[in-house]
């Protein structure tokens, strides 16, 4: 964290999200085809597809192998509703079907020892044998669950408020760290949807809940103006951070906005979206920290 601190208008680290869970650094060997370089934070994903899900260990095991290279490991959930074991997602309007609550179901979720509260446990339970191995190896994690929450597309989202998908982010917190998980940097993240930069707050769990403040670039290429001071405001002294974009910032776009510690380009988009001459730009700006340059002395880098 006080290394990300650090980087706050000086520097930013490239990143990549990888997958799909069977392949997990498909996408950040495609960075160095394009480039030479390595992306100085790596993404990988739980899932939520029985693939998915038989191949997390995978993705853990790539997460130890991009530390130990000298890039930062992150990892994002996503998750079905609580109690439907596996899922797709499809894409449209409804992207993962079957995955919406009604209002009464999302009480039930945040209500200690209700069903569907205890059927959500057993999901993040999951997830704690993957923490362990990264703790027990002394590796720190950026975590980004329940993401896009102010967006309504899968169950978590849309709901804003003290009793909304904030309380929800809380309550994984809470329960993951009572299983000893010191490791975990919390990623808060919100999209960059038109009109509602000054509605992200609603959605934002605390302080003592979230560590990186982020934002998911998708309605346009790069944030506007509204939306960076927006997240900088929720953020105050923390670091912010682009979780996803389709584009690679170029040097331009970035000076214009020099808070953002770090940027992560999904998966396929890196090519579907992007030309080589773009892909370079971004990793070729003095400013942008790839593998080899992540410097965390607390760590024995």
Known sequence: MSYLGELTGRHMLSGQQDGPNNSPAQWEQKV???????????????????N????????????????????????????????VATCDFEGGSDPVKGSRLSDEEWTEVLTDGAPLNEDYKRKLDQFVPYFQQLKDAGIPVLFRPLHEMNEGWAWWGGRSGENGSAALFRLTRDYLESQG?????????????DGQAARAADFYPGDDYADLVTLDAWWHDFPTDDWYRAVRDIA????????????????????????WAYWSVWTNYLVDHNTGEEVKAGYYDPRVLNRGEVDIPAAGR
């Open 236 to 259: 105050g002294d923390k670091p912010i951070a682009l979780a996803e974009v389709g584009k690679v910032p170029n040097p331009s776009a970035m000076a214009s906005q020099p808070e």
């Open 32 to 50: 160095h085809d394009i480039t030479g370089e390595y992306p100085g934070m790596w993404g990988g994903d739980f899932g939520f597809s029985q």
């Open 181 to 193: 998980f010191d490791n975990i940097v919390w990623v808060w993240n919100v999209k960059d949807i």
């Open 52 to 83: 998915d899900i038989g191949n997390r260990q995978k993705v853990v095991d790539q997460a130890k192998k991009v530390w130990s290279a000298g890039s930062i490991p992150a990892m994002t959930m996503h998750a079905c509703r609580p109690d």
